[in-house]
């Protein structure tokens, strides 16, 4: 295929953060957007200078200049859409997690296979500088050897206004972002697990999906390893300031993400010694015209679109990750086994809870 990546956006609330990144990288061009409101799709389009807007997810598939689709909507909808995009033989790149069914996960593996395109989960946390960062850590042999991790996603999304599906979904079912980062640098998959609720939300949001729970806690057990991890999820009725963080705890360095926004992250370097750092950017691996997208941004309520640098400046690593992987024929590194391997714990662990805390045997993707 010739150099330039012609991608189409489908759904343009996440999905519109991507929009100047992709126009400002070198091999990729926004042919398409599409979104079911109109008036949106317009205002959106005349915004970017976008001429090609679709309505109808289907109008998308059909269009045979599209070489791949971006998919940032509705979780309902990420695995079905996915499936229908590979089929259509577009590379696919969508939002997490990239499904929350078992079997769902292990049809994309198939269908990415037979369709030979490009697939990538967004996981904006195993590219965010604080990720990059302790990955360093990992790979110089700075930080020792791994002995345990933990990941946590809290957020409180109790007040009005996020989408009607989001009320009483189950959190381990959205827990890549607390999951996937301390698999992707203990370089494991997860052999099983056990998770129990705690507390319970109100009535009316459990109703929605049969998940009382307020939070999930999982032990999970790593795969041909002395690792476990614990991991902590939770959306409704239990305040905090929202925080999506793992830390990693190694023989020679260990890493905590901070507790509250803006106080640093901790680095230990022995039992008494604590260093609060921010992590540095990563921009120079980018393509120039992506480099400054990723700096400086700390605070995410303060990202706007046009910055491009949301998530701990993981956009445009993101971006530049799936167009590289589609021109150099390649997997991506959030490709369909490893997102189903960092998908399917959640889903297990959803399922432990679900039944009193028992143990689930968690399936290897391959």
């Known amino acids: ?88 033989g577009k590379h696919t790149t969508c939002a997490v997690p990239m499904a929350t069914t078992k079997d769902e996960c292990f049809e994309i593996i198939k269908a990415r296979k037979k369709a030979d395109k490009v697939y990538l989960m967004i996981e904006t946390h195993v590219y965010t500088r604080a990720f990059l960062y302790a990955k360093e850590l990992v790979e110089t042999g700075q930080l020792g050897k791994i002995q345990f991790m933990r990941g946590t996603h809290t957020q409180n999304m109790s007040l009005p206004g996020w989408p009607s599906y989001w009320y009483g979904f189950p959190p381990m079912l959205y827990g890549t972002h607390a999951i996937a980062p301390a698999l992707a640098l203990a370089n494991a998959t997860v052999e099983s697990v056990v998770c129990y609720g705690s507390g319970e939300i109100r009535k009316e949001y459990a109703k929605h999906y049969g998940a009382p729970f307020a939070a999930q806690t999982a032990i999970l057990k790593l795969r041909d390893s002395d690792i476990a991890m614990e991991v902590t999820r939770w959306c409704f009725d239990t305040i905090r300031q929202c925080r999506e963080s793992f830390d990693v705890y190694g023989t020679k360095l260990s890493f905590e993400w901070e507790q509250i926004e803006h106080e640093g992250f901790a680095v230990f370097s022995n039992f008494e010694d604590v260093k609060r750092i921010q992590p540095p950017d990563y921009g120079h691996r980018l393509p120039k015209e992506l480099a400054a997208l990723t700096a400086g941004v700390h605070d995410e309520s303060q990202v706007s679109f046009v910055q491009g640098a949301g998530h701990g400046g993981s956009h445009p690593h993101i971006a530049n990750e799936f167009v590289q992987a589609i021109i150099e024929r390649r997997d991506s590194t959030c490709d369909a086994v490893a997102s189903a391997n960092w998908t399917l714990p959640g889903i297990c662990a959803n399922e432990s809870s679900m039944n009193g805390g028992k143990k689930v045997e968690v399936p290897l993707a391959k």
């Open 1 to 88: 295929m010739s150099k330039e990546v012609k991608i189409a956006i489908v759904g343009l609330h996440f999905g519109k953060e991507f929009i100047p990144i992709y126009q400002k990288h070198p091999n990729a061009e926004v042919y398409a957007i599409c979104q079911r409101t109109k008036d949106q799709l317009d205002k959106v389009g005349n915004e970017f200078g976008i001429k090609n807007r679709y309505t109808r997810f289907e109008d998308v598939l059909r269009d045979k200049e599209v070489d791949a689709i971006h998919l940032a909507t509705p979780i309902a909808d990420h695995a079905k859409m996915t499936l229908a995009s590979l089929n259509a």
